[in-house]
T-cell receptor
């Protein structure tokens, strides 16, 4: 069985400072991992994905994530937060059937 | 990323009526589409997997007779909420998956349903 845990339900950062969103997963096989962002009342936009190639994955809008198998983690980072980064972020792990298992989400607030 | 549209973007209906939500894959032919619902401040929960030309596969606890899914073409899937009740009020989101394109899902903008 697969599961995904987002360790922080809320993260508040100042504009221009780094952002770290933590995600741990468990899986009985080698899954694919994704980060999606959702702005209020909108659908989900793909930020990046890990599919067993490079462990450091670069995504859109300056985001990147590092897959650490030993720690079963896939944390999302951005060096400098922008006001437009305020949104809900979801970490996703795939099941053996290709279905998505969503984390509970992390709400990011960016203050001026 | 791929473009997925949903229609309508929001709908208000009376209890007991049925509501149809359309999901269209605009960039590619999607053999598989997924339907999710999302309650306020919560994550997405998979309702069903829609395969073109065959019956949808529903997740445990989702009533297939209440949430009718039709995937009649490679670019269109519909979700009909039959005899809607206030507890069906939610944000419904579809996603598409490209055949041979890996596991990435591309999500629609969602449909907000309010049942009075």
């Amino acid at each position: 069985a697969q599961s995904v845990t987002q360790l922080d339900s809320h993260v508040s950062v100042s504009e221009g400072t780094p952002v770290l969103l933590r995600c741990n997963y468990s899986s009985s096989y080698s899954p694919s991992l994704f980060w999606y962002v959702q702005h209020p009342n909108k659908g989900l936009q793909l930020l990046l994905k890990y599919t067993s190639a490079a462990t450091l994955v670069k995504g859109i809008n300056g985001f990147e994530a590092e897959f650490k198998k030993s720690e079963t983690s896939f944390h999302l980072t951005k060096p400098s937060a922008h006001m437009s980064d305020a949104a809900e972020y979801f970490c996703v792990v795939t099941s053996s059937w290709g279905k998505f298992q969503f984390g509970a989400g992390t709400q990011v607030v960016v203050t001026p | 990323g791929a473009v997925v549209s949903q229609h309508p973007s929001w709908v208000i209906c009376k209890s007991g009526t049925s509501v149809k939500i359309e999901c269209r894959s605009l960039d590619f032919q999607a053999t598989t589409m997924f339907w999710y619902r999302q309650f306020p401040k919560q994550s997405l929960m998979l309702m069903a997997t829609s395969n073109e030309g065959s019956k949808a596969t529903y997740e445990q606890g989702v009533e297939k007779d209440k949430f009718l899914i039709n995937h009649a073409s490679l670019t269109l899937s519909t979700l009909t909420v039959t005899s809607a009740h206030p507890e069906d009020s939610s944000f419904y989101i579809c996603s598409t998956q490209r055949q041979g394109g890996g596991e990435t899902q591309y999500f629609g903008p969602g449909t907000r349903l309010l049942v009075l």
